[in-house]
Nanobody, 119 residues
Framework: VQLQASGGGLVQAGGSLSVSCAASGLILPNTAVGWFRQAPGKEREFVAGIMWGGGNTLYGDSVKGRFAISRDMAKNTVYLQMNRLQPEDTAVYYC?????????????WGQGTLVTVSS
């Protein structure tokens, strides 16, 4: 599975932004695509994940109720809609893949996209 993230940018606190992850290669129904983020000086954090088949989702505690993950199977793309953004959401966002949905141990990684939230 190959993954390519895009759509980062600068947004004001309280605003919204959507980032995309284009997937290619062998995508099976039990493929899961996850979003992670890493801020300067901090450990990488699981944000959200989605099963390609069935669309089951999983969220990290810090983004529940604010972020939404979805997929467009026709476009082989996973989206992360981020609402009510705060400065602490500033990070490089990465999409990653694995088989079966979980919060860790993703083996396929795309390049990141920078999201900056100004106060």
């Amino acid at each position: 599975v190959q993954l390519q993230a895009s759509g980062g940018g600068l947004v004001q606190a309280g605003g919204s932004l959507s980032v995309s992850c284009a997937a290619s290669g062998l995508i099976l129904p039990n493929t899961a695509v996850g979003w992670f983020r890493q801020a300067p000086g901090k450990e990488r954090e699981f944000v959200a994940g989605i099963m390609w088949g069935g669309g089951n989702t999983l969220y990290g505690d810090s983004v529940k109720g604010r972020f939404a993950i979805s997929r467009d199977m026709a476009k082989n793309t996973v989206y992360l809609q981020m609402n009510r953004l705060q400065p602490e959401d500033t990070a490089v966002y990465y999409c990653a893949g694995r088989y079966n949905l979980a919060k860790s141990e993703y083996g396929y990684w795309g390049q990141g996209t920078l999201v900056t939230v100004s106060s």
